[in-house]
């Protein structure tokens, strides 16, 4: 069955780094399109930032843009998401995702698969 492990939250200080890692198994990885979203208490889960099957096209939610990168390696299945420049806002529990599609996608909809999340939580 399809599996999606996150890794790599944590409990960091504002401005520093952190690399989030999303595991997939159980799917086809390399022509699927993936993103990642991220969630705190009494919110919507909302949109971070997605990749399309290749890695040549990604999107990105305004509040994040230029402080993130996703990327993905197709040969070890695997998405990652370099946060730099944290602020505590970005405190929340980070969620991978498979889309339905190759492509890039925002909406929440668009996904099918979901892993259990990673706290990231950024002190001031």
């Known amino acids: 069955q399809v599996q999606l492990v996150e890794s790599g939250g944590g409990l960091v200080q504002a401005g520093v780094s952190l690399r989030l890692s999303c595991a997939a198994s159980?799917?086809?990885?390399?022509?699927?399109?993936m993103g990642w979203f991220r969630q705190t208490p009494g919110k919507e889960r909302e949109f971070v930032a997605a990749?399309?099957?290749?890695?040549?096209?990604?999107i990105y939610a305004d509040s994040v843009k230029g402080r993130f990168t996703i990327s993905r390696d197709n040969v070890k299945n695997v998405v990652r998401l370099q946060m730099n420049s944290l602020k505590p806002e970005d405190s929340a529990v980070y969620y991978c995702a498979a889309s339905t599609t190759q492509r890039v996608i925002s909406l929440k909809r668009g996904y099918a698969y979901w892993g259990q999340g990673t706290q990231v939580t950024v002190s001031s």
């Open positions: 159980g799917y086809t990885f390399s022509t699927t399109g």
């Open positions: 990749i399309n099957w290749s890695g040549g096209s990604t």
